[in-house]
């Protein structure tokens, strides 16, 4: 085997080493992390449903006399332009007397009727439903953080929980002395309910309504929260 041979197959190895080289990328560390901020809100706005159960033996008078009470409350709240009132679900059902045969006999007929109050304004919300509960027993109040609130609030936060995860990509290039890094995918993600509020209350006769009315309706507070979670590649 000639020296000039073994120097040719020495140079052409090089060469495809070199070219191989030269077409593998660069390796890249993968890493997986989240960020995440959080506010406590106060609730502004409350959520409130009364309603009233009656019977009667004619189908049609009950209805009737739900439709009056209903009315009678939406008139009621028309006074108070800072709280929207609408009216809920009405249902009317067959009441049956229990017999022994297998053929039971209708005897009367029994229905519901709902009232639905929404405001920001928990003082007039609290004197409505003080009025309002002469006729309708009260079903329960939440308090939430309104649509507009949550909006803003949850934009302020993006920017937040955004910021955060670039200074933790930060940090964490700098702890692998790595030069560089780049973004490999990202995504958003947001949380936070309402506090529900139950208070223990029934149908109260006119007397003790004028003293439902002057209570304090304290709405509390909704921790919102945004989460930021993605993928970053170190470069070595």
């Known amino acids: 085997m000639s020296r000039h041979w073994l120097i040719s197959s020495a140079f052409l190895f ?3 080493s070199g070219a191989a080289n030269a077409d593998t990328p660069l390796t890249y560390q993968r890493v997986d992390f989240s960020t995440e901020v959080a506010r406590d809100i106060p609730n502004d706005q409350m959520n409130a449903t009364l309603s009233i159960e009656l019977s009667d033996k004619d189908a049609g008078k009950l209805a009737q006399q739900l439709t009056l009470v209903i009315n009678d409350a939406m008139k009621k ?3 108070y332009p800072a709280v929207k009132a609408t009216s809920g679900n009405q249902n009317t059902w067959p009441v049956y007397g229990s017999t022994l ?3 039971s006999k209708l005897e009367s007929w029994r229905g519901r009727a709902e009232i639905r109050l929404e405001s920001k304004d928990f003082k007039a919300a609290g004197e409505l439903i003080g009025k309002l509960q002469e006729k309708l027993q009260m079903n329960g109040i939440s308090f939430v953080v309104s649509a507009d609130t949550r909006s803003k609030t949850e934009s302020s936060l993006t920017t937040e ?3 955060a995860f670039k200074n933790r990509a930060e940090a964490i290039r700098t702890a692998w002395s790595a030069k560089s890094y780049r973004l490999v995918q990202m995504s958003l993600g947001a949380a936070g309910g309402p506090a529900p509020y139950m208070p223990m209350m029934r149908a109260m006769k006119s007397a003790d309504a004028e003293s439902a009315s002057a209570q304090d309706l304290a709405g509390g507070e909704t921790r919102l929260v945004v989460n930021v979670s993605g993928s970053i590649e170190l470069q070595p």
Do not use: D, Q, R, V
């Open 101 to 103: 045969t297998s053929s």
């Open 161 to 163: 929980a955004i910021t």
């Open 14 to 16: 090089l060469a495809l």
């Open 77 to 79: 709240a028309a006074a």
